[in-house]
């Protein structure tokens, strides 16, 4: 990496951005999408944070609390079941009466080959990432209506090249991709926008300790550097606020040019041709035997 990349450290924009706002945010209870949740109160909007775990929302939402000094209304409810949504909705609605903002950021993810991928597997990325969005902005879609609201659907640059070991997340968002274009043409002229934020690898996440091969922290990316949480974060407040007033239907990618880069990791394409697994490729000796 340069030694001359620099890495912003504070929030480039006012505190009060977001006032008067409300903002819902699945998946919001951890990784990014917790960062992303944390920052729209910090500047100024009211957030309930959802997902499947409610001690963990809880234990989430005291922390931004005291982080942020913000309103935070934690619902537990899985993404998957439309009818755990709009017991959810419905509580958001009953105790701030109004919806501003719609973050769709619940997803699942791991690493698989596709002949090793399980049936189910697949499934349950495609439940959670793509048909979890649908549930959700369906039924938040009369409140945004209401208030010529901003959706932002956490999307990935993983569909872009095709990457390996990603069949089922390549999938989901490349249909959350699509979504977000419909929704940006139908539901524009009722006054809301529908935009999608495209992360690439950022640094201190699960999804990154989870996703990421040994070593990834030393990746050429053209900028120089892996991702921050705050890269997000910012983008974030952009689409959410009227300074993104005349964006919609974009993908906005914040990855530093990552996803301009092949693919090697893992040491594509050896590892496709011997049709490794997981657990061989994470265990070097294993698969250098194989190799």
């Known amino acids: 990496m340069s030694n001359n990349v620099v890495i912003p450290t504070s929030s480039i924009f006012k505190d009060d ?10 998946g919001g209870g951890s990784g990014i999408c917790k960062g992303m949740a944390e920052a729209l109160a910090r500047h100024g909007a009211k957030v309930t944070i959802v997902s499947r775990t409610l001690s963990k929302l809880e234990a989430a939402a005291k922390e931004m609390r005291a982080s942020t000094g913000g309103e935070f209304l934690a619902i537990a409810a899985d993404v998957r079941d439309h009818k755990q949504v709009q017991v959810a909705v419905d509580r958001h609605m009953a105790h701030y009466g109004r919806l501003d903002i719609l ?3 619940a997803a699942g993810n791991f690493l698989s080959l596709s002949q090793h991928l399980s049936f189910n597997a697949f499934r349950s990325v495609i439940e959670i990432d793509l048909i979890g969005t649908f549930n959700t902005t369906k ?21 872009y090249n095709g990457q390996v070991f990603q069949s089922h997340a390549c999938a989901a968002k490349a249909g959350v991709d ?10 524009g002229p009722l006054g809301i926008r529908s935009n999608c934020i495209a992360p690439g690898p ?6 990154m300790s989870k996703l990421a091969p040994e070593g990834t922290d030393n990746v050429r990316v053209p900028i120089g550097r892996l991702g921050e949480v705050r890269d997000i974060e ?8 009227e300074a993104a007033s ?9 990855d530093g040019g990552n996803w301009l880069q092949p693919s090697l990791e893992f040491g594509y394409p050896q590892v496709c041709e011997q049709e490794l697994n997981m657990r061989e490729i994470m265990e070097p000796e294993k698969a250098k035997a194989k190799l």
Do not use: D, R
């Open 178 to 187: 699509a979504l977000s274009l419909v929704w940006a043409n139908e539901w």
């Open 234 to 241: 910012h983008a974030t407040l952009y689409l959410a606020s």
């Open 139 to 159: 039924i938040c879609f009369p409140h945004l209506k209401a208030s010529k609201g901003s959706i932002i659907n956490v999307s990935a640059t993983l569909p």
């Open 202 to 207: 950022i640094a201190n996440t699960v999804g």
């Open 246 to 254: 005349y964006v919609t239907g974009q993908v906005l990618i914040v």
């Open 103 to 105: 973050v769709n950021g």
């Open 17 to 26: 951005i977001l006032k008067g706002k409300v903002a819902f945010v699945t």
